[in-house]
C-alpha cells in the first residue's frame, strides 16, 4: 500500500504562482468599460484594486513571485495535504486510483485564504485601509476577513441575506476576526436602497451583494474592493494548489488521467488544474472536468458572450460563460456555486474544448458527500461534494470497464459549519432545482 497522506515541509511551498496567461494557446478578450464598452485599462481599475493586483490581471509572465509575507502567513496552513482515497477506492471497489488535494486545513477551512492573503498584502502595501467584499455562503467572507486581520486591515463584508440568516456561524466566524457585516441588500449603499424599495423581502444574491461592496469601494478613497473568485488573479494565487500536487504525485510516482473540480466561478479547479494544463499544452494526454449545480449550469447552459460580474451592471464587461448578470439561481445548499458567470480564463478553454464540464443534481452530490465521509472521514463542503460525486462516477466508470485510471480531484473545504445542508438531505427535504424551472 502507498501512503495514504503526502505530506510536503515548509520548504516545498511555491515561491512563485503559475501564470497560465502565459501557455494559453488562444489569447483572453479584453474586459471592456461598463460606459463606453471599450477596451479597459489598468486606469480603469485603479479605484478598486492596488496596482500589483492590476499587474497580475494582465501579465503574460509565467511565474510570478510570492512575496516573502504571504509565504510567511500560507506557512500556518500550507503545504495542504494530498490524500490517496484507499477507503473510499475499497468502498466504491474500483480499480482506479483516487487521489485529493485537501484545502480546508486553513483556518477558514477552504481555499479561499491563498488569495484573500495575498490581495490583502497588495492592498496594504498600497496604502489602503480598508476592504469591502461580498459573501454568499460566507467562505470568501471569512477567508477575507481571515487575511484582512493578518494585514491590519479594516473588514467589511455584505452578504446575501439568505445566508446570513440560514448561516450565523459562518457570520460569527468574520466577526471573531474583527470584520463588520451586513446582510445585503443593505440600506448602506444606493443600491441596495434601490432593491430594497422594489422588493423589501428580497433575500439578495451574490450578483446583488457584489454591487454593494463594489459602489462602497469606489465611492471611499480609503478602501478597495476584493473578489474571491472569477479574476486572472486569484487563479494565479490558486495555482499554489496545483503546484503542491503535482509535486506530492511525483513523490507518490502518479500522474492524473482526469483532474475534477467543482466549479463556481472557477478558483479552484483553475488552481488545481492549471499546473496539469501546462503539460497538457505540452501535448501530454489529461482531462480536466468542471462540475456545476444543475440549479446554476453556467458553462452547461450558458452562452459564452460579453456579460458583467455584478447585477447592477458597474464591473467591466468579461467575455464568459454567462446566465445573465440578473440571473438569481435556485437556493441549493452549495451556496459557492452559486454565481452566473464564470472565469474567463475558464470560460476560454471550456470554449476551445481543453476542459470538460458537468452539471449535477443536490441529491445525488449529498449522496457521494456521505459515501465520502463515511469511508474518508472528512464532511466536505457541498460545493466540494460536486466534484466527489463526479469523480466516483469515474471511479465507477473504471470499475465497469476494468481500465487502470488514476483520478484527481479538489476537496476545496470542509462542510462543518453545513451541517444544517446535511440535516436537510438526511431528512429528505432537500429540492433537486433544474436550470429556469420551478421545482419538482
Ligand atoms: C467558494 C467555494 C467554491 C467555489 O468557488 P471557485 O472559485 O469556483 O473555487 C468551491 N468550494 C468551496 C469550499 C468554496 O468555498
Redesign the pocket.
Known sequence: MTDTKIQLSEKDIPTKWYNILADLPRPLDPPLHPGTKEPIGPDDLAPLFPMGLIEQEVSTERWISIPEEVLDIYALFRPSPLFRAHRLEAALGTPAKIYYKY?GVSPAG???PNTAIAQAYYNKAEGIKRLASETG?G??GSALSLACNYFDLECMIYMVKVSYEQKPYRRSLMEVWGATVTPSPSNLTEYGRKVLEADPDSMGSLGMAISEAVEDAASKSDTNYAL???LNH?LLHQTVIGLETKKQLEIAGDYPDVIV?????????GGLAFPFLADKFAGKELRVVAVEPKACPTLTEGECRYDFGDSAGMTPLVNMYTLGHDFIPAGIHAG??RYHGDSAIISNLYKDGLIEAVACHQNPVFEAALTFARSEGTVP?P??AHAIKVAIDEALKAKETGESKTILFGL??HGYFDLSAYDAYLAGKLVDYDYAKEPK
Not at 473540480?261 to 479547479?269: A, D, P, W
Request: contains cysteine; negative net charge; glycine residues 26%.
Open positions: 484545502e477552504s481555499h479561499k455562503a467562505q470568501w474571491g473568485s472569477v486569484v473540480g467543482c466549479c463556481g466561478g472557477g478558483s479552484n479547479l459557492g456555486l463542503a460545493e466540494s476545496s473545504g
